[in-house]
């Protein structure tokens, strides 16, 4: 084919050139992403593990520890995780690690209730350095938990034998260490009981023993045995807790441990213990004057101190040892106050005047008026004007009209205005200003848009446990929550008109209340009084099913208690009796009804089993304190926003009751446990039970209080009725 005159003469040497200048450019595009510096796996590590071994409960934190090793160039990045009930919420923890840096993180997460495992990632920028799987164990709702921290665990735990639960599941007991336990004690809902044994407990950082000691104003008990160590072991837990302070080491008779030990076996000879002198709480066994074994209350919980080993050989696998350990280590009460199904809070949460449903006779007058617009009124102007065949073009403006004007009082009815509805249960004890708070934070928008949100203070954020009804049709599983203080939720995306609600847990400080309380020929007296600086509103003490209403308490305050216990087969609901009967109408809403909504949902909250349903009885073994406040438990910071605070507070406050003379124990004041059972078939639920042929073994207990029983009659009531067979 002959060249065209005005093209360039092509040469061999010149393709040469071209195939060079091509495969040039075809070796840089692959070369090039080689190029750009990518670390080596060996310059970077990371190792992760659960904490309490990593045992926990749906609703309740479980903390990951991530140490990071860098011997390469700096990082600053993200550790990140999926976790939440629907195993969708993302946690995340900003990270800075130097060069030649060895660092630990802790991540906080809710775990799933299906699924065993959780993967901690480690991201730069968009980039994902490194990924690490953790293990973890879920467990029952109202199993108790002992975790032992000793020398020689398994001596312990092979000892333990306390009685399952209502739910007929065994005591869980493990082993841990110190550096087991988190800083946070909001991570410490798997626990209930607490063993420590020839441990030192300098091991344990400046935050566990903070977190140690709400720990046990929350609830939790804390038993300290004697060993091999001796006194120094305990060097790090104050007196603040301690019923006495060891001392020295002596030789003590068996005898004198017959008191908590019950019979004593035949074996039974003169062992060491650690004594002291008492600081304060109970004795349990003493020679002379010194203190072999005590029992100190804290707020709600207790530590108690046993001067000698309790897995001597003649101790250890007798029923000595079972009486000590079911006496120390008391049933978990119901389900305490982990929440694994929070969809009565979810809809206090929801419960605003902005989300109510418009007033019926509103929407029946706003038809009527289109109605007549449309049709008569419409028709009759256009026949005066003579312009009939307007009708085409008017209808279309009218129903355009019509649809703004809608659109605009629809808008006026929710309002201009972010709103924040809190709705926080917070936990503590009379004599104890620390105090454990699960809030749920609704966050309102009049439009559909997206939120910055930041908490200070630090609390742990998560997804509500049952989930998000009220996101309008965002996905409302989504939450991108970055731990630290503040606290913050990322991209928070809200429905227009919608409610987005999201949980936090922190510790708090909570008002300062003192009681006294004790029951006496079967009536329930006492005192409450109000030591703090804030009001406590509508406060109620509720035992059982018997509910005392008193009148505010003003700072300084004293309230007396004086009524008699009635135990109820059918009875009026506790929210009923705490709070008041409500007949509820969205349509007629207001800040009163919804208000009263609101209280009725947290006391039912309560008092509800997610395996039973409503128990109509608070999940504490004695007296009560509810109180209520309108106070923000925790600030909420929205990014160039100020929102409208609206919040409902309940203070829930266990105490403790003395028990004297003649005492009648209805069935709201008496706890059962199957003990053992060969029948073919066995169910037992709080108030009933059924099994086939065979035998059932139950112990029945009164509610615990300070003090001695002894039995006269027991009257055991089949049926309904009023009367039963003593």
Same mark, same amino acid.
């Given at each position: 084919m002959r060249r065209h005159p005005g093209l360039p003469r092509i040469t061999l040497r010149s393709l040469r050139a071209v195939r060079i200048v091509g495969l040039l450019a075809v070796l840089m595009t692959t070369l090039l992403p080689l190029a750009t510096p990518v670390r080596?796996?060996?310059?970077?590590?990371?190792?992760?593990?659960?904490?309490?071994?990593?045992h926990a409960r749906v609703g309740t934190w479980i903390a990951i520890s991530v140490r990071l090793k860098n011997d390469g160039p700096a990082i600053v990045g993200e550790l990140r995780l999926a976790g939440g009930t629907q195993g969708q919420t993302r946690f995340g923890t900003p990270v800075d690690v130097p060069s030649n840096a060895d660092q630990t993180y802790v991540l906080y997460a809710q775990p799933p209730a299906f699924g065993n495992t959780l993967e901690v990632i480690l991201v730069e920028g968009d980039r994902t350095l490194l990924s690490s799987k953790v293990n973890y164990q879920i467990h029952d709702p109202g199993q108790l938990v002992v975790a032992v921290i000793a020398e020689n665990p398994e001596r312990i735990v092979n000892s333990v034998g306390s009685l399952p639960n209502r739910n007929q599941v065994a005591p869980l007991v493990i082993g841990i260490t110190p550096e087991d336990l988190p800083a946070r004690v909001e991570a410490w809902g798997l626990l209930d009981r607490i063993i420590w044994q020839d441990v030192d407990s300098e091991r344990l950082e400046i935050p566990q023993r903070a977190a140690l000691q709400a720990w046990i104003a929350g609830g939790g008990r804390l038993v300290i045995s004697g060993g091999t160590v001796g006194p120094r072991s305990m060097s790090a837990f104050p007196d603040t807790l301690l019923p006495y302070r060891p001392a020295v080491t002596a030789d003590v008779p068996a005898s004198?441990?017959?008191?908590i030990l019950g019979t004593?076996?035949?074996?039974?000879?003169?062992?060491?213990?650690l004594t002291g002198s008492l600081i304060d709480g109970r004795i349990l066994a003493s020679v002379g004057d010194q203190v072999v074994a005590a029992e100190r209350s804290y707020g709600s919980g207790a530590v108690t101190i046993l001067g000698f080993d309790p897995t001597v050989d003649w101790?250890?696998?007798?029923?000595?040892?079972?009486?000590?350990?079911?006496?120390?280590?008391?049933?978990?009460?119901?389900g305490g106050l982990t929440i694994s199904d929070d969809t009565l809070l979810l809809n206090a949460v929801s419960q605003l005047p902005a989300l109510a449903l418009p007033p019926i006779g509103g929407l029946f007058a706003l038809l009527a008026a289109y109605i007549l617009l449309i049709g008569p009124l419409n028709y009759l102007v256009l026949k005066r004007l003579d312009r009939r065949e307007w009708a085409w073009a008017t209808m279309p403006v009218l129903i355009i009209a019509f649809a703004a004007g809608a659109y605009g009082i629809g808008a006026a009815?929710? +309002? #201009?205005?972010?709103?924040?509805?809190?709705?926080?249960? !917070?936990?503590g004890a009379p004599g104890a200003s620390e105090g454990a708070a699960q809030v749920y934070m609704g966050v309102f928008s009049p439009s559909r848009t997206t939120y910055q949100v930041r908490v200070p203070?630090?609390?742990?954020?998560?997804s509500p446990i049952a989930g998000d009804f009220f996101g309008g049709n965002v996905n409302v599983a989504a939450l991108d929550i970055l731990q630290g203080d503040p606290a913050g939720v990322r991209d928070l995306a809200v429905?227009? +008109? #919608?409610?987005?609600?999201?949980?936090?847990?922190?510790? !708090?400080?909570?008002p300062l209340v003192q009681t006294d309380f004790r029951l006496e020929n079967g009536r329930l007296r006492g005192t409450v009084t109000n030591a703090s600086d804030e009001r406590l509103d509508r406060p109620a003490v509720v035992l059982g099913q018997t509910v005392a209403l008193l009148q505010d308490l003003e700072p300084g305050a004293v309230a007396t208690v004086d009524i008699a216990?009635?135990?109820?087969?059918?009875s009026t609901s506790l929210a009923d009796l705490i709070v008041g009967q409500a007949f509820f109408d969205e349509s007629t809403a207001n800040a009163e009804t919804s208000q009263t909504f609101v209280r009725r949902n947290m006391v039912d909250q309560l008092t509800y089993d997610p395996n039973f349903g409503s128990t109509n009885l608070l999940p504490a073994d004695g007296p009560v304190v509810i109180a209520w406040g309108s106070a923000t438990v925790l600030p909420i910071e929205i990014a160039s926003e100020e929102p409208r605070y609206v919040g409902d507070v309940l203070y829930y406050l266990p105490a403790r009751v003395r028990i004297s003379g003649p005492t009648t124990f209805p069935s709201d004041l008496i706890r059962s446990t199957a003990v053992e059972a060969d029948a073919f078939f066995f169910s037992k639920e709080p108030q009933s039970m059924s099994f086939g042929q065979g035998s059932v073994t139950v112990a029945y207990r009164p509610i615990g209080f300070e003090g001695t029983i002894s039995a006269t009659a027991v009257t055991i009531n089949l049926g309904y009725g009023d009367e039963g067979q003593d």
């Open positions: 080596a796996a060996e310059d970077l590590t990371m190792e992760t593990r659960a904490l309490l071994g990593g004198t441990l017959r008191g004593l076996p035949a074996a039974a000879t003169t062992l060491p213990a101790i250890a696998g007798t029923d000595a040892a079972r009486n000590l350990w079911r006496r120390l280590l008391p049933e978990r009460t119901a009815l929710r +309002g #201009s205005e972010v709103i924040v509805h809190e709705v926080a249960i !917070v936990r203070g630090g609390a742990l954020l998560s429905g227009f +008109g #919608s409610l987005r609600t999201i949980r936090a847990e922190s510790s !708090v400080v909570i216990v009635q135990g109820r087969q059918f």
